[in-house]
């Protein structure tokens, strides 16, 4: 399997997305201060507090998963399964302007390795 690869499974980038979404590697994101009194969902966040995303909440939120328990790469494909839908939600290498700068390379290498490791070995659970 190559990166040239990609497009035609979307059922491997749909899984790759679900490990990403489950395993919640980076827990919270890195921490922000608020540059102006503002308020958020109904509560007052000062000038100067801290803020910190939860990233492992969002990706095991109920209200945004339905059922965030289950591994379900189907989540993240369309009905008909052959594009993957990207989902504001998953945040596997946080947000913003401190997003991972290695996102895409990592995303890559971690595409290569296991639809590689799926393409030679039988795994059961």
Same mark, same amino acid.
């Given at each position: 399997? +190559?990166? @040239?690869?990609? #497009?035609? *499974? #979307?059922? @491997?980038? &749909? ?6 979404? $489950?395993?919640?590697?980076? +827990? /919270?994101?890195?921490?922000?201060? @608020?540059? $102006?009194? @503002?308020?958020? &969902? ?14 492992? &909440? ?18 993240? *494909?369309? #009905?008909?399964? $052959? ?8 945040? #596997? ?11 895409? *390379? &990592? ?16 795994? /059961?659970?």
């Amino acid at each position: 399997v +190559t990166l @040239a690869d990609r #497009p035609n *499974l #979307p059922y @491997a980038e &749909a899984t790759l997305q679900e490990i990403f979404r $489950k395993s919640s590697l980076v +827990t /919270t994101g890195l921490m922000h201060t @608020a540059i $102006k009194d @503002a308020t958020f &969902a109904g509560y007052d966040i000062p000038k100067g507090t801290w803020v910190l995303p939860n990233i492992y &909440a969002i990706h095991h939120d109920e209200n945004i998963w339905g059922d965030p328990n289950n591994f379900r790469p189907e989540r993240f *494909l369309s #009905p008909d399964e $052959k594009k993957v839908i990207k989902s504001e939600n998953l945040l #596997p290498f946080s947000l913003g302007r401190r997003i991972c700068l290695g996102e895409n *390379l &990592a995303r890559d290498e971690i595409f290569l390795f296991l639809t590689n490791i799926f393409q030679r070995f039988s795994i /059961t659970v």
